[in-house]
């Protein structure tokens, strides 16, 4: 069954920095591209960025040059360390596979920039 448990999440002034961690289980980790979701209050949940399984990255415009996403496939982990945080980086960050096309979603981990 799949598992995805983020952490790293908290409250950071503008220009901050945090870094998310995802703990993946119960699908082969390796072969999928991993991706980084976050879904801000009253709006619908956005990708963020993704790298696939040869490790190419993709972000979205809002992030570029601020986030990194990176992974080890040993640990079966996806990170995302974001820099020079913005309030409207604020929402519950979520990993999963890209595309979303796994129906389980763990609880995500809150990122709170305040201003």
């Known amino acids: 069954q799949v598992q995805l448990v983020e952490s790293g999440g908290g409250l950071v002034q503008a220009g901050g920095s945090l870094s998310l961690s995802c703990a993946a289980s119960?699908?082969?980790?390796?072969?999928?591209?991993m991706a980084w979701y976050r879904q801000a209050p009253e709006k619908q949940r956005e990708l963020v960025a993704f790298?696939?399984?040869?490790?190419?990255?993709n972000y979205v415009d809002s992030v570029k040059g601020r986030f990194t996403i990176s992974r080890d496939n040993a640990k079966k982990t996806v990170y995302l360390q974001m820099n020079r945080l913005q309030p409207e980086d604020t929402g519950v960050y979520y990993c999963?596979?890209?595309?979303?096309?796994?129906?389980?979603w763990g609880q995500g981990t809150q990122v709170t920039v305040s201003s």
């Open positions: 999963n596979v890209y595309p979303a096309t796994f129906g389980a």
């Open positions: 119960g699908f082969i980790f390796r072969l999928n591209t």
């Open positions: 790298v696939s399984s040869d490790g190419r990255t």
